[in-house]
């Protein structure tokens, strides 16, 4: 037994290590702030106080970690979020309100700039997150992200115009931005005189946009509906109908432009009526203009162009070719001067009133670019490449490789490569190489090369209806191209693939090692096993005979519109 002495020694202690243990966890423990709800509850958006909650009134009180307005409860240290009452529906704002602080704004609700003013400012870093949120019909751009970072989630950005720069919806050309969009909603944004219709991205910083829709936004100078300058990713989204007026050869995009120091990635999306209408523009869809890694343009699994089999609800509007309109313009669908790799994709229908009815490139070989298990048909160029121009401007240049590629039933001008044009330009010197592929029934003649350039035969290919010159064919039989299918495999795929029918002479024509490397890896377009049914591959982006177990199967285009979640949102 502990005698008296002790246990009155040892009580001592006890109380002393309580007290001492609870003054360092006091002096140690980081106070942690209860972040604060603040619900608007009036859709005026003044800051008069006694007549409700405003929004301006709720952002400022955030900002201020305070009560700076009664009407409205104190913002905290810690994340704020603000909500709308039940009767608050639309919100009139014609003034900026600027975000400093970390903030989650949650709808439903329409904020309005009535054609007056910019709606937010994001600054001082702040993280600022909006759901469910509709913002239209501001001038200055919606947002302006001065420095920090805008999450959007199933929002809309309608009719917003950029005044006098550029991204009528999101102007992100400042410090420390990094913009993620998911499920939104882009429609009739502008920049008359500036650049990316929706949205503009400047260098600093990354941009991600997943599940999303981009229709009828327009730019003065590049990118119809995306100007960025930085590395990121663009995954299951739709771009429709969105133009680019510039005129020049640095100008076009009617989709996107991009010119950045680094790599962007573009997975199982669509564009379709895309447009770049300056004279000497380029890339209907896409103009990519970095020129030496690590900038570099990924698209994988992806089309572009006529859809042969409809897409449906709410992309049963994707219907039409995209076009590089202007008499010197350049690539129907792309035009790239980037290091390029294209796997998985189609280009069906698209045009061009000068080279490269679905892709023109003057891509070097940085990054060893290449197009493979692809299909590109039915493109025509009113000059020279109906499916695919390649040249160079000055120097000695490689271009891109194809790979397993078919390329069917494009149009070009008489004797200038209605399939692969390879063009000398200002005492350039360019190649293409060509392996596994099939060239077939373009109209004239498959394949030509100006005096110079040099299509070069890396083996196995299958040539029918015209010659192709440089190419010495492993076959020369009738590849009996099927009717136009749409993928129905994997959600991560959107693609169109043309089957080869029985008797093809290119099935099992293949060559095994080719197929086995990358970027092949024994599959085929839609991402199924090669080979399949023979001892060899096939020739081409198809392999034949090809039976899914049906568990494995979906369509991808239903998955899609489950993904984005507008089957209620569609745009009417």
């Known amino acids: ?258 010119d950045s120091g680094a790599a962007f990635t573009i997975t199982a999306s669509a564009f379709s009526g895309n447009l770049a209408t300056g004279d000497a523009a380029r890339g209907g869809a896409i103009f990519s203009s970095g020129t030496s890694a690590p900038s570099a343009l990924n698209i994988n699994y992806s089309h572009f162009g006529t859809t042969p089999v409809p897409l449906p609800s709410p992309f049963d509007t994707l219907t039409d070719p995209n076009e590089a309109r202007g008499t010197s313009g350049v690539g129907g669908a792309i035009y790239t001067r980037s290091p390029t790799s294209i796997l998985g994709s189609s280009f069906i229908g698209n045009t061009t009133n000068g080279d490269g009815g679905a892709i023109a490139s003057s891509s070097r070989d940085d990054g060893a670019p290449f197009i493979a298990n692809s299909t590109l048909s039915d493109n025509t160029a009113e000059g020279a490449g109906g499916a695919v121009y390649q040249f160079a401007d000055g120097g000695i240049l490689r271009g891109i490789d194809l790979i397993n590629v078919t390329i069917a039933n494009n149009r070009a001008s008489a004797s200038n490569g209605s399939g692969v044009f390879v063009d000398e330009f200002s005492g350039g010197n360019a190649q293409i190489s060509i392996s596994n592929s099939i060239l077939s029934n373009n109209s004239g003649n498959n394949c030509a090369q100006t005096s110079g350039t040099v299509v070069v035969d890396a083996g196995d290919n299958l040539v029918f209806g015209s010659s192709c010159p440089g190419i010495t064919p492993v076959e020369t039989g009738n590849p009996n191209l099927q009717a136009a299918e749409l993928t129905a495999s994997l959600p991560n795929i959107l693609t169109y693939v043309t089957p080869l029918g029985l008797g093809s002479a290119a099935s099992g024509a293949g060559n095994p090692t080719t197929c086995a490397n990358f970027p092949i890896l024994n599959l085929d377009q839609r991402g199924f096993q090669r080979p399949d049914g023979d001892a060899n591959c096939d020739i081409g982006a198809y392999e034949s005979e090809q039976v899914p177990e049906p568990s494995a199967v979906q369509n991808f285009a239903a998955a899609l519109v489950a993904l984005l979640g507008l089957r209620a949102r569609r745009r009417r």
């Open 1 to 258: 037994m502990l005698n008296r002495a002790y246990r009155v020694s040892l009580s001592s202690l006890s109380v002393m290590l309580f007290v001492l243990l609870f003054v360092v966890g006091f002096v140690s423990t980081p106070v942690v702030a209860r972040a604060a709800t603040i619900t608007v509850t009036i859709e005026t958006n003044d800051t008069t106080n006694g007549n409700g909650c405003s929004l301006r009134e709720a952002i400022e009180n955030a900002n201020n970690d305070a009560q700076t307005h009664p009407d409205c409860a104190a913002g905290t240290l810690g994340l704020d979020t603000i909500v709308f009452g039940g009767s608050v529906n639309t919100i009139n704002s014609t003034a900026v309100m600027s975000i400093n602080e970390d903030l989650l704004i949650t709808g439903p609700v329409i904020i309005d700039g009535g054609s007056a003013a910019r709606i937010f400012t994001i600054a001082s870093s702040a993280d600022v997150t909006l759901t469910l949120t509709t913002l239209q019909n501001a001038i200055d751009s919606a947002i302006l992200i001065s420095s920090g970072t805008l999450n959007a989630s199933l929002c809309n950005f309608n009719n917003n115009v950029s005044a006098p720069s550029g991204g009528g919806a999101i102007n992100a050309s400042g410090t420390e931005n990094d913009v993620d969009i998911n499920g939104c909603i882009f429609d009739t944004n502008s920049s008359p005189n500036g650049d990316g219709g929706a949205i503009q991205k400047g260098t600093n910083g990354t941009m991600n946009v997943g599940e999303s829709f981009f229709v009828d936004n327009t730019a003065g100078g590049t990118g119809g509906a995306i100007d960025t300058g930085g590395p990121g990713t663009i995954f299951a989204t739709a771009f429709q109908d969105n133009e680019a007026q510039g005129a020049s050869n640095n100008d076009g995009g009617g989709a996107i432009y991009f």
